[in-house]
C-alpha cells in the first residue's frame, strides 16, 4: 500500500508536468481545429488587448465603466470626455465578475475612480465565466490573480489556455502584437470604447446564453460582492446600470425579478428600460443586446443628464 | 456523482483510506462501509428510490432464505415465482408501464376503439435494470440449487448495492461475487494499478471517443431529413461506435474502480468490433448481460424447444434477443432492434455454424482479407440496426433508412470541420484498441515491460488527450437510462 500511494504522488507530479509540456507542444505545432481545449486568441473581437496596454497609461479618472460588451459597446468615453468627464472602460466581452475583480485588483490603484459605473445584467451571476477568462487569459498579463480567476472558473479549456498563455509570456511571443484599431466592423476609440460602425438591426443575433439557461452561480455572486467591497473601501461611488437591450419585454424570467432585488439591495441600480426612454429596436440596436452609435448617442446623454449632472 | 466526476473523486479517495487503511482485514466492517458508501452513492442521484432499493433487497433475501428451507420442489417453485414477481414487478411498473398502456391503447385504436388511457407520471429509478438482474440470478441460483442462501445480510446487501456496478453493470452473478465478498481481501499492487490502467482507459473512451461522436451524432440525427445518405452512414457509424465507448468505457470504470477495492467483477466487453460475424459479436458486446440471459432465458427455451431443432433454435434467439431489445427501453424501436438481430442469426443456424466459435488469431499484426470482411461487414451491420436503438421512433427510423437509399451517398457528407478532428481521435482509439485486442482491456499490458519514465509518458500521454478533447460540460451515460 505504501508502494502505491507513493507511487500515485510521484505520477501525479510527473503527469502534472507532462500535461504541461504537452500543452505547450501541441499549442505550438497542431492546427487551429486539432487544439479543442486551448483558445489562445490575443486580440480577439472586444479589444481587449489595446484595452489593457491602455489602461496602463490612464490614472485618476472621473469614471470607470464596468462589465462585458454592453459596457464596452454602450459607454462611449469621448461623449464622457466632451462633458468634462475623464473616463476609461474597462469592459470586456462577456466580463463576468470574476474577471472585473481580476482586473480590479490590477487598475483599480492607478485609476482610482471617482465613480464607477458597472453594467449588469441577468447573465453575469450566472455565467461560467469561461469565454471571458480565456480573453483576460491571452490579452492580459498572467500573475496570482489570473492563477485564482482560472481556478474559480474550474473549467478544462481556461486551465489549457493558461498553462500555453504563461509559457507564451515567458517567452515573450506576443509582445510585439499590435491590434488593429479598425475592423470592418467595429472602431476602437481611446478609454476602451467599441463603436459598431453598423447602423443595421439584426434581430436574430442573439448571445447564447438564453434567458431559459438561469442560475446562480455562486462563484459569481461572491466574486461580485468582493468588488463591491473593493470598490467602497477605494471611496468611490458605485452607480449599478442595466443598459438598453432590444425586445426587453422578453426578460421574463423570474429570476430576473430577484436578480434585480438583489443588486438593488447591493448599490444605486438603475435600469435604462423604461417605456418612456424611447428606445426603438430597429432604429438604437445592433442587436438584442447592443446598441449601435445612434443608440450609444441617446444613451449616454440620457446617463449623463440623470446620474451625472443631477 | 458519475465516475469522472470531482464528487466522484472526493467521495472515493475518503472511501479507499477509509476502506484499505483504517479497516484493512477487518472484512465485515469493510463490507458494512461497502454498503454505507453504495446507499450514499445512490442517494447522491436521488434518495427517494432507496427505500425501494432496501426494500427489494430484504424481500429477495427473505425469500431467498424461504426457498432454501422449503421441504418440496413445489415449494420452492412457489417461493421463486413470488421472488419473480418481486424482481419483474418493480421493472415492470417504473420501465414499462407507460409502454404497456400506450401500446394497448394503440392497439385499441387500431380495431376502431378509442380509448384514452392516462399516461402515468413514473420516474425510472435509476439502474433499476440492472440491479434486478442481480437478485433475480441469486433467486435462480438459489432455486437452481447452485448456491446457498448468504447467510450474512450485509454481505448480500452489499452485493446488491455493491456501488461501483449499480448503476449501470457489469451484472455480477451472486455465485461470483457473494463469495468475494465473504473472503478476506488484501491489498494487492499489481491489482491496483491494473485497476487504475482500467480507470485511464474508461475515461478516454468516455471523454474523448464517446463524447465527441456524440455531438457528431447529435448533428446527423437532429438533422437526418436535410442530410445527404453519405452524412447518415457516417452518423449511423458514428452512434455504433459511441455507444461501444460510453458503455465500455463505463464498465472498464466500474471494473478498474472494484479492482481497486479488490474485487474480480464479471467483464463486460472484449472488443465486439473485432467480431467476425453476428453471433461472435453477441458473445463480445454487454458479456455479463447476455451471458446472464444465455444462462437464465436461453438455455431453457432451446431445452423447450428442442423437439424443433432449427426452428427451435431460431425461435430461442428471436426471443432471446427480443428480450434484450426491451430490457434496453419500453419502446418498439429497441424489440425491433432485437428482433432483426436475432433475424442475423438464422443463416449461421441454418448453416450449422451457429455454435463454431470463430475468432481471430491472437498476436496477429493484421488481419487475413477474409477476416477484414468479416469484421467490416458485421460492423455495418450492426451499425445500421443500430439507428434504431437511436431513433426516437419507428417512423422516424424507416425515415432515415429511405433517406439512405439514395445517390447522395457518394455526395460529400457536408459535415462541420470537427468531422475531421473526430475521424482522428476515433483512427487512434481503433489502433489502440486493434494493438490490446488480445488483452483484457487496450492499454493493459502498454508499456507493462518498458521503464517507468517511458511508461508513465504513454499514460501522461493518455491524460492529456482526454484533457485536450474532453467537453466542457457533462455528457451523461447512455446507459443510464436503461
Known amino acids: 500500500m505504501k508502494k502505491f500511494l507513493i507511487h500515485i504522488i510521484f505520477f501525479a507530479c510527473f503527469a502534472l508536468l507532462g500535461y504541461a509540456v504537452l500543452v505547450v507542444i501541441w499549442g505550438e505545432v497542431m492546427p487551429k481545429g486539432f487544439k479543442k481545449n486551448i483558445n489562445y486568441r490575443v486580440g480577439s473581437y472586444g479589444h481587449m488587448n489595446t484595452r489593457v496596454r491602455e489602461a496602463k497609461q490612464f490614472e485618476n479618472v472621473d469614471i470607470l465603466f464596468l462589465g462585458a460588451s454592453d459596457a464596452y459597446r454602450s459607454f462611449d468615453t469621448r461623449i464622457f470626455e466632451a462633458q468634462g468627464y475623464k473616463s476609461f472602460n474597462l469592459g470586456s466581452s462577456s466580463q463576468s465578475p470574476l474577471q472585473t475583480e481580476v482586473l480590479l485588483k490590477k487598475y483599480l490603484p492607478t485609476l482610482n475612480p471617482k465613480k464607477v459605473i458597472y453594467a449588469v445584467s441577468p447573465f453575469v451571476l450566472c455565467s461560467d465565466g469561461v469565454e471571458s477568462a480565456l480573453d483576460l487569459e491571452a490579452n492580459e498579463d498572467i500573475d496570482w490573480n489570473t492563477f485564482n480567476m482560472v481556478m474559480n472558473v474550474n473549467q478544462i479549456k481556461p486551465y489549457n489556455t493558461f498553462i500555453y498563455a504563461t509559457y507564451r509570456q515567458l517567452r515573450h511571443k506576443d509582445d510585439n502584437f499590435i491590434e488593429p484599431l479598425e475592423t470592418d466592423e467595429d472602431k476602437y476609440a481611446k478609454g476602451g470604447f467599441v463603436e459598431k460602425k453598423n447602423y443595421t438591426f439584426n434581430s436574430k443575433l442573439k448571445v447564447a446564453t438564453t434567458k431559459n439557461d438561469l442560475e446562480f452561480n455562486a462563484r459569481q455572486k461572491c466574486a461580485f460582492e468582493n468588488i463591491l467591497l473593493m470598490l467602497q473601501s477605494s471611496g468611490a461611488e458605485i452607480l449599478l446600470v442595466k443598459t438598453p437591450v432590444a425586445h426587453y419585454q422578453e426578460y421574463s424570467h423570474p429570476l430576473w425579478d430577484s436578480i434585480q432585488t438583489y443588486y438593488a439591495s447591493k448599490a444605486p441600480y438603475y435600469n435604462f428600460n423604461q417605456p418612456n426612454m424611447g428606445f426603438v429596436d430597429t432604429l438604437h440596436f445592433n442587436d438584442q443586446y447592443h446598441l449601435n452609435q445612434r443608440g450609444v448617442e441617446k444613451f449616454n446623454a440620457m446617463l449623463i443628464d440623470s446620474l451625472l449632472k443631477n | ?482
Not at chain 2, 472515493?12 to 479497516?23: D, H, N, S
Open chain 2, 1 to 482: 456523482m458519475i465516475f469522472n466526476s470531482i464528487e466522484f473523486l472526493c467521495f472515493f479517495i475518503v472511501f479507499f483510506v477509509l476502506y484499505w487503511l483504517v479497516l484493512n482485514g477487518r472484512t465485515r466492517l469493510q463490507n458494512i462501509l461497502i454498503l454505507v458508501a453504495s446507499y450514499f452513492f445512490y442517494a447522491w442521484w436521488d434518495w427517494r428510490f432507496l427505500a425501494l432499493v432496501i426494500g427489494g433487497t430484504y424481500i429477495t433475501y427473505a425469500i431467498g432464505k424461504a426457498m432454501h428451507n422449503a421441504t418440496t420442489e413445489k415449494a420452492r417453485s412457489w417461493w421463486m415465482r413470488l421472488g419473480l414477481a418481486q424482481g419483474l414487478g418493480g421493472l415492470l411498473f417504473f420501465k414499462y408501464c407507460n409502454f404497456f398502456i400506450q401500446s394497448f391503447t394503440d392497439a385499441l385504436e387500431l380495431i376502431g376503439l378509442s380509448a384514452n388511457a392516462p399516461v402515468l407520471n413514473i420516474i425510472v429509478p435509476l439502474g433499476i435494470s440492472f440491479y434486478t438482474f442481480r437478485i433475480l440470478s441469486y433467486l435462480f441460483d438459489i432455486k437452481n440449487r447452485k448456491i446457498e442462501p448468504e447467510s450474512d445480510w450485509v454481505a448480500f446487501f452489499a452485493y446488491v448495492a455493491f456501488f461501483p456496478t449499480f448503476i449501470s453493470g457489469p451484472i455480477d452473478r451472486a455465485r461470483t461475487f457473494l463469495p468475494q465478498l465473504a473472503s478476506a481481501r488484501t491489498f494487492n499492487y499489481d491489482n491496483a494499478a491494473n485497476g487504475l490502467r482500467q480507470i485511464l482507459w474508461g475515461l478516454f473512451k468516455k471523454l474523448v471517443i464517446a463524447d465527441n461522436l456524440s455531438v457528431l451524432t447529435a448533428q446527423v440525427f437532429d438533422n437526418y431529413d436535410t442530410l445527404p445518405a453519405s452524412a447518415l452512414l457516417i452518423g449511423a457509424f458514428s452512434f455504433a461506435l459511441e455507444v461501444y465507448a460510453d458503455f465500455s468505457g463505463y464498465s472498464d470504470m466500474a471494473i478498474g474502480v472494484s479492482r481497486l477495492l479488490g474485487f474480480n467483477t464479471a467483464k463486460n466487453f472484449d472488443f465486439p468490433y473485432f467480431a467476425l460475424n453476428i453471433a461472435e459479436f453477441w458473445r463480445k458486446w454487454h458479456i455479463s448481460l447476455t451471458s446472464w440471459l444465455t444462462e437464465y432465458l436461453f438455455t431453457p427455451l432451446t431445452i423447450a424447444f428442442r423437439d424443433w431443432n432449427k426452428a427451435g433454435l431460431i425461435l430461442a434467439i428471436i426471443i432471446n434477443m427480443m428480450v434484450v431489445g426491451f430490457w434496453h427501453g419500453a419502446s418498439w424501436t429497441f424489440i425491433v432492434f432485437g428482433f432483426i438481430q436475432g433475424c442475423y442469426f438464422i443463416p449461421l443456424i441454418l448453416r450449422g455454424k451457429f455454435n463454431k466459435k470463430k475468432r481471430l488469431q491472437k498476436g496477429q499484426l493484421l488481419p487475413t482479407w477474409q477476416e477484414a470482411l468479416g469484421i467490416i461487414s458485421t460492423f455495418i451491420t450492426i451499425a445500421l440496426t443500430d439507428v434504431l436503438f437511436r431513433s426516437e421512433s419507428l417512423s422516424q427510423a424507416m425515415h432515415f433508412y429511405k433517406s439512405l437509399v439514395s445517390t447522395s451517398l457518394f455526395a460529400s457528407p457536408a459535415l462541420d470541420g470537427k468531422f475531421i478532428v473526430t475521424a482522428f481521435l476515433v483512427f487512434i482509439f481503433i489502433v489502440l484498441e486493434w494493438i490490446g485486442k488480445d488483452n483484457e482491456y487496450a492499454i493493459e499490458k502498454l508499456g507493462l515491460k518498458w521503464p517507468t519514465l517511458f511508461r508513465w509518458s504513454a499514460y501522461v500521454i493518455i491524460v492529456f488527450f482526454i484533457g485536450m478533447y474532453m467537453n466542457t460540460s457533462e455528457t451523461p451515460f447512455i446507459y443510464f437510462k436503461f
